[in-house]
């Protein structure tokens, strides 16, 4: 592949790309981490990093001595092949040298990949392409639609062992699920956060749970739901509502009302009010 470009005089230049099929030669010989500066060679040239340099005076290959020679290059080998993330497929464009910095930051994107909460739908992605594909593949068939901010009324089973209702903001808010838990006491109600694809950095959400039978109102107010990359189905020990088995109604659904609440992070407002006390 081939990129043209300009050199600051003016002069028409090719940046070449190419691919490197043995990834291993990125690699320390010696521990098989992913080689960063420094990198040290033998008199030979075998190279070293410099974690194992600190620890052999000669070289494992050749039993030369290790000098401060620098392999420069190897170092601007290194420097200058970059790699996609392993989350590119579920639409990450970063490109990051190998090593500590494209670990890092995998590891933090592993932290945004969500799962189709959909039973024996392997689909995964990011927050909008999530609920882009609840959208088009399961939303007639498994979501009830609400609005932040109002009441909607759900009906929640109490025969089964555990069930699951998908609740999908109208307009690409929130994809949250809520799901109730038959205990040997009586019945787990709880709501997480699977996905908020526009949602304003630094808020979160929260909900208001309602249920009635006859006049007694059982209510549960959480300030902040978990966030979730995968339906769990283990009986939640916080962040849920309780109904002994004895208040439930006799028929085989319990009448609810949900509310959910979009907030803003405390700290975020105490950085407003600072910047209204500057002024």
């Not at 002069?11 to 992913?34: F, K, N, Q, S």
């Not at 033998?42 to 194992?52: D, L, N």
């Not at 790699?83 to 494209?102: M, Y």
């Amino acid at each position: 592949m081939e990129n043209s470009g300009r050199t600051a005089s003016g002069d028409d230049v090719i940046a070449r790309t190419g691919a490197l099929l043995e990834l291993d030669l990125l690699d320390c010989p010696i521990c098989r981490h992913p080689l960063a500066s420094p990198i040290y060679q033998c008199v030979e040239g075998h190279i070293i990093c410099s974690s194992c340099r600190t620890m052999n005076e000669r070289c494992p290959s050749c039993f030369s001595f290790i000098g401060n020679t620098r392999s420069r290059i190897m170092e601007r080998l290194v420097e200058t092949v970059f790699f996609p993330c392993r989350n590119a497929k579920h639409g990450c464009t970063e490109k990051l040298s190998r090593g500590k910095e494209l670990v890092d930051h995998e590891k933090e994107c592993d932290g945004f990949v969500c799962h189709c909460p959909v039973p024996f739908c392997d689909y995964a992605g990011f927050d909008k392409n999530l609920y882009d594909h609840f959208t088009v593949s399961h939303k007639a068939n498994y979501s009830s639609s609400f609005r932040t901010g109002q009441y909607v009324d759900v009906d929640v089973p109490v025969h089964m062992k555990e069930t699951m209702l998908i609740l999908q903001e109208h307009n690409y808010g929130p994809l949250v699920i809520l799901q109730a838990f038959k205990g040997p006491d009586g019945l787990y109600v709880t709501a997480n956060l699977l996905a908020a694809p526009f949602a304003p950095r630094g808020w979160k959400f929260g909900y208001d749970l309602i249920c009635w039978r006859g006049d007694v109102e059982f209510t549960d107010t959480i300030d902040e739901m978990n966030r979730i990359q995968r339906v769990s189905f283990k009986t939640p020990g916080v962040k849920s509502m309780f109904i002994a088995y004895p208040f439930l109604d006799e028929s085989l659904v319990v009448k609810m009302e949900i509310r959910i609440r979009e907030l803003r992070y405390e700290d975020e407002e105490e950085d407003d009010d600072g910047e209204e006390d500057e002024e």
